[in-house]
């Protein structure tokens, strides 16, 4: 999956410190820290907030496990409370929140 940035600038940044990187004038561990202050941050979902995300998308619990890639049942226990997204469900989440679930179908 490609990095989302906060900011296009912060994209551009992040590109020309990379390119500082392979040419040796910083080091690995400065990358990454710099890298993780451009990368968008991801925040936990409460069991509301992801059903109502699903039904702000005019979704069903099914059709979200399938754009998601997890199963039926799953969706079900985030939103009754009793699991809580995370990983690359969350980050996908996150996504749909931001700018649909049009975003990654």
């Not at 490609?2 to 940044?13: C, D, E, G, N």
């Not at 392979?22 to 509301?48: H, N, P, Q």
């Not at 969706?75 to 679930?101: N, Q």
Request: proline share 2%; net charge positive.
């Amino acid at each position: 999956m490609a990095k989302t940035y906060k900011s296009k600038i912060l994209a551009a940044v992040h590109e020309a410190m990379q390119d500082a990187h392979d040419v040796g004038v910083i080091d690995k561990t400065t990358l990454r820290e710099f890298d993780a202050s451009c990368l968008t941050t991801v925040e936990k979902l409460s069991a509301k907030e992801v059903a109502a995300l699903r039904e702000r998308e005019g979704v069903s619990q099914a059709v979200l496990a399938r754009h998601l890639n997890v199963a039926v049942k799953l969706v079900g226990e985030w939103e009754r409370g009793e699991k809580c997204p995370s990983g690359p469900s969350l980050k996908l989440l996150a996504l749909i929140k931001a700018k649909g679930l049009d975003a990654i179908a």
